[in-house]
Protein backbone atom coordinates (compact mmCIF):
# COMPACT_ATOMS: atom_id res chain seq x y z
CA UNK A 1 0.00 0.00 0.00
CA UNK A 2 1.11 3.91 -1.16
CA UNK A 3 1.00 6.22 1.13
CA UNK A 4 -0.05 10.14 -0.11
CA UNK A 5 1.58 13.00 0.80
CA UNK A 6 1.21 16.89 -0.07
CA UNK A 7 4.50 17.81 -1.68
CA UNK A 8 5.13 20.28 0.93
CA UNK A 9 5.58 17.76 3.70
CA UNK A 10 8.78 16.67 2.36
CA UNK A 11 11.89 17.97 3.31
CA UNK A 12 14.76 17.75 0.89
CA UNK A 13 18.54 18.06 2.24
CA UNK A 14 21.72 16.50 1.12
CA UNK A 15 20.54 15.07 -1.74
CA UNK A 16 17.88 13.26 0.07
CA UNK A 17 13.99 13.26 1.14
CA UNK A 18 12.74 12.92 4.53
CA UNK A 19 9.52 13.34 6.56
CA UNK A 20 8.83 14.70 10.16
CA UNK A 21 7.02 11.43 11.92
CA UNK A 22 4.77 12.71 14.97
CA UNK A 23 5.03 10.49 17.94
CA UNK A 24 3.49 12.37 21.37
CA UNK A 25 4.90 15.42 22.39
CA UNK A 26 8.26 15.95 22.87
CA UNK A 27 8.76 12.65 20.28
CA UNK A 28 9.52 13.58 16.90
CA UNK A 29 11.16 11.47 14.49
CA UNK A 30 13.28 12.47 10.87
CA UNK A 31 12.50 9.17 8.69
CA UNK A 32 14.62 9.17 5.72
CA UNK A 33 12.12 8.37 2.87
CA UNK A 34 12.49 7.13 -1.21
CA UNK A 35 9.62 8.67 -3.29
CA UNK A 36 7.45 7.01 -5.61
CA UNK A 37 5.50 8.86 -8.86
CA UNK A 38 4.19 12.02 -8.55
CA UNK A 39 0.62 13.32 -9.33
CA UNK A 40 0.17 17.29 -9.39
CA UNK A 41 0.74 18.48 -6.04
CA UNK A 42 0.72 14.61 -4.48
CA UNK A 43 3.74 12.36 -3.74
CA UNK A 44 3.12 8.58 -3.57
CA UNK A 45 5.50 6.94 -0.92
CA UNK A 46 5.98 3.37 -1.86
CA UNK A 47 7.59 2.33 1.65
CA UNK A 48 8.82 3.47 5.13
CA UNK A 49 5.82 5.06 6.23
CA UNK A 50 2.71 3.33 8.10
CA UNK A 51 -1.26 3.82 7.42
CA UNK A 52 -1.95 5.98 10.52
CA UNK A 53 1.44 7.35 11.55
CA UNK A 54 1.37 11.02 11.65
CA UNK A 55 3.36 12.95 9.63
CA UNK A 56 3.99 17.51 10.29
CA UNK A 57 2.92 19.18 7.57
CA UNK A 58 3.03 22.83 8.66
CA UNK A 59 6.18 24.11 10.34
CA UNK A 60 7.88 21.47 9.25
CA UNK A 61 11.47 23.66 7.68
CA UNK A 62 11.02 24.94 11.25
CA UNK A 63 10.77 21.75 13.49
CA UNK A 64 14.03 20.18 11.06
CA UNK A 65 15.87 22.80 11.24
CA UNK A 66 15.54 22.59 15.61
CA UNK A 67 15.69 19.10 15.47
CA UNK A 68 19.45 19.14 13.49
CA UNK A 69 20.78 21.88 15.60
CA UNK A 70 20.84 19.51 18.47
Known amino acids: MQ ?13 EYYVLI ?9 RKIKIGSRSNTRIYI ?3 IAPGEKIITRNHLL ?3 ALQSF
Not at 3 to 15: G, R, T, V, Y
Not at 22 to 30: G, L, Q, T
Open 63 to 65: IYQ
Open 22 to 30: YKEDCSIEV
Open 46 to 48: PEG
Open 3 to 15: ICLPEDALIFDNN
